[in-house]
């Protein structure tokens, strides 16, 4: 077991290893943040920021020299990186987990494997011919294999024609993925300890605009579907052999859950823990990295979540003051600079004890905020 006030360190420092920082000296411990950008905002948070790219060798023996264990916030850190660092303390999630998490194609192989349905796909590369199975997945979406998120990187296609001028201006290789009629998108997040305990978040229900998350519901409210996505998220984290926080997101189709993608790391659908759950998801992430004890139940009130991206300072700053007079409103603001349409700002997030006065006061708060009510 790791005990504060030892320094643990995190590869990647936008919001979610600034999270991790808070969490992290919340319980005492030291923070080491190795991230390129001068200007990373946990790094600023951090008692110490290596400027420094992640394949750094120098920087990386540096890391590890201040650190008792290291973790990351994001999934495009090189394998190789992890790798090197394992040789030197523990690395939680292992390089052999975030290389399987950082690829579509072998995600999916993964899962496939493991007997997990996911949507209809093929791995396909810019340079190879088409296969005929193609035809059969229109509409479908283009994604690239590696380094997507918020939906960049993806493309709808509905013929051969387009699939072919989309493939060949992507030049890396990709998936091809059915375009589903979904019924609903939900997430998952666990952690699970070096001994094997496990301990997870409740189901939360997302909503997407433009492959980015608008909102958020924690719980879900689906028992069924709840335990039926961690009978999935469980087996999958034990046949990763993960140490960390693992996010897993889900497709709701045909009444059936498929698994969308993972997440080897805290995930934007976790956030709502940071003000309704008794242990937050950076908290979990904290003590699977030191081998601290998991909690057993995390019980959790009523709460939505609203991101901020960019687009809404374009008419000028939101009204910070009439959103922070709402009830249960505990506003989030990351401190990242300019703020450009599609890019993470901050989120909100509004707590209560029942549903109704929850979903008004987010209902209100949409207003202010000038978004479509949801
Ligand atoms: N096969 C699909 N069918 C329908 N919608 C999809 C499909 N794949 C992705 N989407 C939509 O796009 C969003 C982002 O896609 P995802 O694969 O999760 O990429 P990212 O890494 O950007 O999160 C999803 O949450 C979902 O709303
Ligand atoms: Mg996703």
Not at 48 to 53: E, F, G, L, R
Not at 118 to 130: R, S
Not at 162 to 167: G, K, V, W
């Given at each position: 077991?790791?005990?504060?006030?030892?320094?643990?360190?995190?590869?990647?420092?936008?919001?979610l290893?600034?999270?991790?920082v808070?969490?992290?000296h919340?319980l005492g411990?030291k923070?080491?943040?190795?991230?390129?950008?001068?200007?990373?905002i946990?790094?600023?948070?951090?008692d110490?920021?290596?400027?420094?790219?992640y394949d750094d060798?120098?920087?990386?023996?540096?890391l590890?020299?201040r650190?008792?264990?290291?973790?990351?916030?994001?999934?495009?850190?090189?394998?190789?990186?992890?790798?090197?660092?394992e040789q030197?303390?523990?690395?939680?999630?292992?390089?052999?987990a975030?290389?399987?998490?950082?690829?579509r194609?072998?995600?999916?192989?993964?899962?496939?494997?493991?007997?997990?349905?996911?949507?209809?796909?093929?791995?396909?590369?810019?340079?190879?011919?088409?296969p005929a199975q193609?035809?059969?997945?229109?509409p479908?979406?283009?994604?690239?294999?590696?380094?997507?998120?918020d939906?960049k990187g993806?493309w709808?296609?509905?013929?051969?024609d387009?699939?072919?001028?989309?493939?060949a201006g992507?030049?890396?290789?990709c998936v091809?993925?059915k375009?589903?009629?979904?019924?609903?998108e939900?997430?998952?997040?666990?952690?699970r300890?070096?001994?094997?305990?496990i301990?997870?978040?409740?189901?939360?229900?997302?909503w997407?605009?433009?492959?980015?998350?608008?909102?958020?519901?924690?719980?879900?409210?689906?028992?069924a579907?709840e335990?039926e996505?961690?009978?999935?998220?469980e087996?999958?984290?034990?046949a990763?052999?993960?140490?960390g926080?693992l996010?897993?997101?889900?497709?709701?189709?045909?009444?059936?859950?498929?698994?969308?993608?993972?997440?080897?790391?805290?995930?934007?659908?976790?956030?709502?823990?940071l003000?309704n759950?008794?242990?937050?998801q950076?908290?979990?992430q904290?003590?699977?990295?030191?081998?601290?004890?998991?909690?057993?139940?995390?019980?959790?009130?009523?709460?939505?979540?609203?991101?901020?991206?960019?687009?809404?300072?374009?008419?000028g700053?939101?009204?910070?003051?009439?959103?922070?007079?709402?009830?249960g409103?505990?506003?989030?603001?990351?401190d990242?600079?300019?703020?450009?349409?599609g890019?993470k700002?901050?989120?909100?997030?509004?707590?209560g004890?029942?549903?109704?006065?929850?979903?008004?006061?987010?209902?209100?708060?949409?207003l202010?905020?000038?978004?479509?009510?949801?």
């Open positions: 077991m790791i005990v504060p006030p030892a320094t643990l360190g995190m590869l990647g420092g936008g919001q290893g600034r999270y991790f808070m969490a992290a919340r411990y923070m080491v943040v190795l991230d390129p950008d001068p200007a990373s946990a790094g600023a948070a951090a110490h920021h290596i400027v420094a790219s060798q120098t920087a990386l023996h540096d590890a020299s650190c008792a264990a290291i973790t990351c916030e994001f999934e495009n850190v090189p394998a190789a990186t992890l790798a090197l660092l030197r303390k523990p690395v939680r999630p292992a390089a052999s975030v290389r399987i998490c950082q690829d194609r072998e995600e999916k192989a993964f899962l496939r494997e493991a007997d997990i349905p996911v949507a209809p796909y093929l791995a396909l590369l810019a340079e190879d011919p088409i193609a035809s059969e997945l229109f479908a979406i283009l994604k690239t294999a590696r380094e997507g998120y939906g993806q709808q296609v509905n013929n051969l387009e699939l072919a001028t989309a493939l992507s030049g890396v290789p091809l993925e375009l589903l009629a979904l019924e609903g939900f997430a998952l997040t666990l952690a300890s070096p001994g094997g305990a301990s997870a978040l409740p189901l939360v229900q997302n997407h605009s433009g492959g980015i998350l608008d909102q958020t519901r924690s719980p879900a409210n689906a028992p579907l335990s996505a961690k009978r999935i998220a087996h999958l984290i034990a990763l052999d993960y140490v926080v996010t897993v997101e889900f497709f709701l189709v045909g009444g059936q859950l498929l698994v969308n993608e993972m997440a080897p790391r805290p995930h934007n659908s976790g956030h709502p823990s003000d759950a008794e242990c937050s950076f908290e979990l904290v003590r699977a990295l030191c081998d601290l004890p998991l909690p057993e139940q995390i019980a959790v009130r009523p709460a939505l979540l609203i991101n901020l991206l960019g687009d809404l300072w374009q008419n700053t939101p009204d910070w003051a009439a959103l922070l007079a709402l009830p409103l505990h506003l989030h603001l990351y990242k600079g300019k703020p450009r349409p890019r700002m901050g989120h909100i997030t509004i707590t004890d029942n549903w109704s006065t929850v979903e008004d006061t987010c209902r209100q708060a949409r202010l905020l000038g978004l479509a009510p949801r």
